[in-house]
């Protein structure tokens, strides 16, 4: 029997624990330790941040669904790693003996690296500072001033900045203010739309372009260096490294990114991480000295992909993880066989950005330089895409195991299954074969009495009801059904974007 352990519940935690256990023996043991007993999906953060997303639409309880894929789910943070003893001690006392570990616990904010960003900022990183930022938003528009969004020195993951950015130009547009609010980015890369990529690509002009039509300003090559509480104090450095201007900058409202860093419990583990207690590991995702202990996501120590006056790190996404992820496991896999390991190749980026109506894709794959590898699109088709993610990503954490669905709750899973397995529904539905449903009498008879009895309107209702019923019929479906209706969906989409644009597909990943 082997047992593998999990640190960290996210976007990178719980996709590898639900493949490796399908991929593991049935004496083989899984087990998942995180801090909160939730999954969050961390990229529609910026929208609870907006208001634009309740914690309830994109965070729930993750150990039922765990448990029902037959993988033990603890609830505790990690308080000590020790790979000498092939342990992990848990804040709750426990003492788990592994036979592989593969951390998982995303990064946390180094915001003691500035002073005041911590005490005088807002983040979005986690769900709870989402949800601390939107209270602080919410004050800001009755009284609106200056807004400073911006990212310090060595901070990652920079696409994130201008979305909120983008999303803030639209929110205070929907309320009629925007004329009343300054918005600035204060970014480490050397132009917008860097992103820590490393090259000048499609996105500089297309960001530079669509700052400059939102009437965002940016101040780039900048070191914050403190802030206070109305104050944000910025060097902004010229080619040559030196000082080429300081700003104070006013503001009301700020949203910062920091440095990421390793969480308490990692950060600590000697020989696992580097100084910013970030996971070390080698072409095989792999820790170099403990080959038994791997790392995935957030929590990886990279490279920056690219030397910039001011450090910038390196982007990172759900597309990325993802394909990490795939290697993480497979290689997890031939440790325990024996087989031999496979190299992983980084993916740069793969990244939608919601810009409020609209929005922008990015491309880009340094490695594989005779592609068309470096685009960007815009339209109002990514920020339905972006939607369509979220709900698609989400609906595939929450799939139940097959032969452990739960009591039925809803009819629709009556409807479903009628005459046709999990299995022979999305058969049925991909050989075109309709599915049949007969409903006992009229059903226009009970919408209106119902919607009458709420005080509803009833084809709002109906449009409603409808939309809660594909949501309930899409959790009976088994995963291939699900995968299915996502690429019919995306099909759609594709359908109705304005002009046919080739090169767009989505592969299941990237958000
Ligand atoms: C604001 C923001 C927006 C982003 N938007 C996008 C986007 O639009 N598209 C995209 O592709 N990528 C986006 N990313 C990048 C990337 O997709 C996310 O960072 C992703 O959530 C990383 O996944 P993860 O599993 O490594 O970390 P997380 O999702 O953060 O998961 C970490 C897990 O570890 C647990 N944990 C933490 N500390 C401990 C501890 N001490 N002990 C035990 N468990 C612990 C947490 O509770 C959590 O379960 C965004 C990132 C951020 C920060």
New binding site residues.
Partial sequence: MTHVVI???????VTAAYALKSKLGPRDEVTV????PY?HF??S??WVAMGWRERSDIAFPIGPYLESRGIKFIHS??KRIQPEGIQVDLENGDVLFYDMLLI???ATGLAEEVPGLAEHTQS??HIDQAERALTAYRQFVRKPGAIVIGAAPGAS?L??IY?YAFLIDADLKRRNIRERVSITVVTPEPWPGHLGLGYEGASRGAVTAALVDTKISAICNAVTTRIDKDTIHVSELNAAGGVKETHALPFSYSVYWPAFGG????RSAAGLVNERGLVVVDEYLRNPDYPNVFA????VAQPPAAKTLVPVGAP????S?QKAGEIVVQNILAMINDEPLTSHVPQRAK??TDMGNTGAAYLSEPQVPLRDINWMRQGRWVHQAKIDFEKYFINRIRLQAMAQAPSAASRIAGVMSRGAGDAQASSAASSGKPLEIRLPQDPGIELRALARSLAREPDALAAELLAAAVSDAKSYLSESGVEALALARRELLVEELPERQPGVEFHGG??
């Fill in positions: 640190l960290g519940a996210g976007i990178a935690g330790v995180s801090d909160q999954f961390v990229p953060n910026p943070g990690v998982a616990t995303g979005v990183i993951v696409g994130p979305e969480v308490p419990g990692v995935l996501g957030a929590c990172d996404s759900v597309y993880i990244w939608l990237g958000t």
